[in-house]
């Protein structure tokens, strides 16, 4: 018997059902970790910018207003806690060194260290 068949049957029907569903939970669980990724992200980008900035923010004080010696203050990002650190230390007689370091106050997550000098006029 030659019939034309038209639909689908069950079978197929679920194994496109199996098919779609294995497809989403795929996309799901790929938008979930582009999540945390993008999150990780940001922080990161937000710890460079502030490390920055206050490299920036020291590197045009005069070279007398910078006394060796350490300092240390917490700044917050998206909810973490970061001990920031600044510590000056003398080269030369001419010559001061500034490290700027931010470590997250529970040692996890992006970190932040740069190092600018400062020199007395001639």
Do not use: H, N
């Amino acid at each position: 018997m030659t019939g034309s068949r038209e639909g689908f049957t069950l079978i197929e029907v679920v194994g496109a059902l199996i098919i779609f569903s294995v497809g989403v939970l795929m996309v799901i669980r790929l938008t979930g970790t582009l999540s945390v990724q993008m999150e990780r992200a940001a922080l990161r980008s937000e710890v460079s910018v502030a490390g920055q900035v206050k490299l920036d923010s020291l590197d045009v004080l005069p070279f007398d207003s910078l006394t060796p010696g350490s300092t240390a203050d917490t700044l917050a990002f998206r909810g973490r806690t970061y001990v920031c650190t600044i510590t000056v230390q003398d080269v030369t007689a001419v010559l001061r060194q500034v490290d700027v370091a931010l470590i997250a106050a529970d040692s996890l997550g992006p970190g932040f260290a740069g190092t600018v000098y400062a020199a007395r006029a001639w």
